[in-house]
């Protein structure tokens, strides 16, 4: 059992689901594997099919056309999988509250595992919102 | 051979071939990640991804074959580990092999490609069904020049299609790889090596920003871990397998120092595709029949001819 657990925090296949963001988080997750930041140091790599998710990142203010699509997604992950909100739209719709389209938060709509706030997010707080996630888990199975 | 000692070869020959795999994916990823400035992954990685595979649900999807979806991972499996088995034992044992043991293991080493396919096909995905047939043309492109190449050191070991025998006439009168056609013959053997494992630039049928992961895009779970497993093993197959035919594999009669040499060349070969890898785009399908068919294929039909007249 403990060597699953270490295998899962040590090899975090991501998700980026893009639902209509303004695009500023999308180039800050980026640079979250150059150089700089490099976050297959700790396994951490992105992945092109939801199947393969162990996380799922959702970008962008949730509006009524893009939920049942957001939703036919996260009902095709393969279990354990978890989902962050990342920026002020997916954790709290920023400005968009009141818009027209029928927004709504993240988290109305499905279990939300971890919230990251900023527009955008540092890719600093982004990785400290991952540690934070295996940090809660790993809590949460020892108890 | 007792069945005690054929089951003995088969779990050594998983058990080689995953271990070195696994370094050798492991090394493929930090040397890219060198290439490209950064850190790169810790050395177990690929233990990590493949015990968390193993450990996750595997969804099988609505409208594919069930049966054919979960057993295709298997038959690549099988056949990567039979290979294995068959390259160990030869290593260890040349004198004792069969006659024709080296068609057995340029067929087994189709089978996991032909698994993709048919995991592909199984999967009731367009973008799956897509990796799929161009996995089949990759196929068909790369195979006749990768059998004409291995033609070559079979006419110099004198027409023996016995693996025992080429290694242990090389053991003798001088590696493959030390003529001129044996030289031509090794690149081609790389450069099909290089589409056999489907890394860029003939990573067509997986081509991750294209069409996502290709023919594995609706695995998940231990099915997808068992096809990563697969990967990795042809990584350690392929390579010993050309090792072996122009090389003589591993001399370990003659010195233990034959053993550094054998270890320092397949890095060398490891170093060749990563390399190749990071620095090449990706080409299209029929990009890469054109590259084979139209430039190895007429090159690797010189080897022959010039194998043929003893160069």
Sequence with gaps: ?143 | MSLLQGIGFLIGGFVVAAVIGMFAHWFDRKITARVQWRVGPPFFQPLYDFVKLLAKEVVVPEGGSRFLFLAAPLFGLASVTVVSALMLRTVIFPGETFVGDLIVVIYLLTIPSQAVILGAFASANPLASLGGSREMKLILSYELPFLLVILVPVIKAGATIKMGSIIEYQATSGAAIGSLSGVIAFVIGLLCMQAKLAKVPFDAPEAETEIMAGAYIEYSGAALGLFKLTQWMMMFAVPFFLMMLFIGAVNWQQSWLNVVFAVLIYIGILLFITLVRNTNPRLRIDQIMKFFWAKMTPLAILAVILAFLGL
């Design chain 1, 1 to 143: 059992m403990s060597l699953k657990i270490k295998a899962l925090t040590k090899s975090i296949w991501v998700f980026h689901m893009a639902a209509s963001p303004c695009n500023n988080c999308d180039i800050e997750i980026l640079d979250l594997l150059t150089p700089r930041f490099d976050i297959e140091r700790f396994g951490i790599q992105l992945v092109g099919s939801i199947r393969h998710a162990d996380a799922v990142l959702v970008t962008g203010s949730i509006n009524r056309k893009v939920r049942k699509r957001l939703k036919r997604v996260l009902a095709q992950a393969a279990q354990p999988c978890f989902v962050i909100a990342l920026g002020n739209c997916s954790c709290s719709m920023e400005m968009f509250g009141t818009s027209y389209n029928d927004n709504k938060p993240l988290d109305e709509i499905t279990d939300v595992h971890a919230y990251i706030a900023g527009c955008p997010p540092k890719p600093e707080a982004m990785i400290q919102g991952v540690v934070a996630l295996i940090q809660a888990q790993l809590a949460a199975l020892k108890k």
